[in-house]
């Protein structure tokens, strides 16, 4: 089944508001149905890979830190394109309201399986804050375990998320310390970052 291209969201507007204001925004019911469903689709099928942390000489495996599967995603199907359009709409609408100068978006499927976790972190790595804003775009509902648990800048707990299919987060890389708290049972993700190398 063919994605029709999607329209610039309704939401949009109201939501980098929020982002510019706070820094941080939840946009509920951000992807249509059956786009989310194409997606969690997908990730359920892709062969997804134990996740590092770090970055390119310095990334390593600790399941002691992090424990998910994920796979980069690469436009290579509709559902994807669609998915990569959306985030292409929150660029330009987020460089026009809040000066950003974003110049790229990468994003990842990531599953979280039962006792899966991800230990609190930021986005942006030490001495390369390349990356600006995350995206996270749940793909499942999932009732407990699993939620996504943001910190203020005093290291305070702010804001808990628990997993809903179509919901997507936004929040600046750099300020916000973030962790996945331990999944109950299994939770599909868009990880996702937008850039400004």
Request: proline content about 6%; overall charge negative.
């Amino acid at each position: 089944m063919t994605v029709s291209p999607l329209p610039e969201p309704a939401w949009l507007t109201d939501a980098i508001e929020q982002f510019y204001l706070h820094g941080l925004v939840v946009i509920p019911k951000a992807l249509p149905d059956s786009l989310c469903q194409q997606l969690r689709e997908e990730a359920q099928q892709a062969q997804l890979k134990p996740a590092g942390i770090g970055r390119g000489q310095d990334l390593q495996l600790d399941p002691d830190i992090r424990r998910d599967q994920t796979l980069w995603l690469d436009g290579s199907s509709d559902a994807q394109q669609q998915y990569l359009a959306l985030m292409s709409f929150i660029q330009q609408a987020a460089n026009r309201r809040c000066f950003l100068g974003l110049t790229h978006h990468e994003a990842h499927f990531a599953r979280y399986q039962r006792g899966d976790f991800y230990q609190k972190h930021l986005d942006a790595f030490t001495g390369r804050s390349s990356r600006v804003l995350t995206t996270v775009c749940y793909l499942n509902d999932v009732t407990s375990g699993g939620a996504l648990q943001i910190y203020d800048d005093n290291d305070s707990p702010l804001l808990q998320v628990q997993p809903q299919a179509s919901t997507l987060v936004l929040f600046e890389s750099a300020r916000f310390p973030h962790e996945v708290l331990p999944a109950d049972s299994t939770r599909f993700s868009i990880a996702g970052w937008f850039r400004i190398d």
